[in-house]
């Protein structure tokens, strides 16, 4: 029997063989470039596109509804314009500064459903290593699936104000006058709409990145938002009744009213008794949200930081 080949003393020894593997020469895009289709992919994502048509009903339904109140006003703003015309007076419309705190609920509502979708699937499938392993940092994930959401939501956010915007050029009788006149009013609709973008953002973002299912995570968000819009009214309600205190104060960790009271800063609109429990302005509103939107950004850096993968 003859000894295998390649050693005298009979050792085996393996062969290699050439498969035509390639290094690769060709461009290296870098941390950027990974974060930009990182970014498109998650807006992808948002919005369910390259997915089966139920994955897009959500986010449409509910954008769809946020934006139908301002639809509805510019589609019948001629009748609107008739109506007061024969009555003498200007009808209750509505008007860029209540709307978010109207219908907030609703984009409150599109977090819920949609902030999961960027985080928790990638946890629940474990292919996180997948991205940390090439030129993407956690960091760099983190702010890429963050920044897509923020401008979803802004987007969200402002459509309804181009409406109502359009809708009040239209219902006066010179359009070049009613642009000039209605911008000022339109204007602050921008960085109050980014400034709520931010805000729910980062917040249903950081909490949706502690789980990896996504009915927990919608779970967690609903929680944290009633609890934080219950538990300062309640211990201001307890505290009031025994003499001025500070546990107004505790109304800065309520997100939902915090953005409200900032949207007033940004209209320049005071704040309303009946709206408004305490003695906090809407400048003090507009820092608590502010401060709400840091915490949160840290909070998902921190969870990405300290996740395995």
């Known amino acids: ?51 089966p ?38 009808p209750e419309l509505l008007n860029y500064q209540s709307y978010f705190a109207d219908f907030s609920f609703l984009v409150f509502f599109f977090c819920v459903a949609q902030a999961p979708e960027l985080v928790c699937r990638d946890q629940r499938y474990s292919v996180l290593p997948l991205y940390f392993t090439r030129a993407m940092g956690r960091i760099e994930y983190a702010l890429s699936r963050l920044a897509a959401l923020v401008l979803t939501l802004f987007v969200v956010l402002l459509i309804p104000a181009l409406a109502l915007f359009v809708g009040d050029v239209l219902m006066k009788p010179d359009a070049f006058k009613a642009i000039g006149d209605e911008l000022p009013l339109a204007l602050p609709s921008i960085p109050a709409g980014a400034l709520a973008a931010l805000v729910l953002g980062s917040l249903s973002l950081a909490i949706s990145s502690f789980s990896p299912r996504r009915a927990y995570s919608a779970i967690g968000m609903v929680a944290y938002i009633l609890l934080m819009e219950a538990i300062p009214a309640a211990i201001y309600s307890i505290g009031s009744s025994s003499g001025p205190n500070a546990t107004d104060k505790l109304f800065l960790l309520s997100p939902l009213t915090s953005l409200m009271g900032a949207t007033n800063w940004f209209f320049g609109v005071p704040l309303s008794p009946n709206d408004f ?4 302005t809407s400048a003090g509103y507009l820092g608590g949200a502010f401060v709400t939107f840091a915490v949160a950004t840290l909070v998902l850096m921190y969870r990405y930081r300290r996740l395995p993968a």
């Open 277 to 280: 429990a305490g003695t906090l």
């Open 53 to 90: 048509m139920s994955a897009k009903a959500v986010p449409l339904i509910l954008a769809g509804l946020y934006a139908l109140p301002a639809v509805v006003q510019l589609a019948f703003s001629s009748v609107i314009t008739q109506q007061a015309a024969k009555s003498g007076k200007a």
């Open 1 to 51: 029997m003859t000894a295998p080949r390649g050693d005298s003393t009979g050792t085996r020894t393996g062969s290699i063989y050439d498969l035509g593997y390639r290094h690769y020469e060709g461009k290296r895009n870098g941390r950027l470039y990974a974060m930009w289709s990182l970014f498109v992919e998650s807006l992808r994502g948002v919005w369910g596109f390259g997915r």
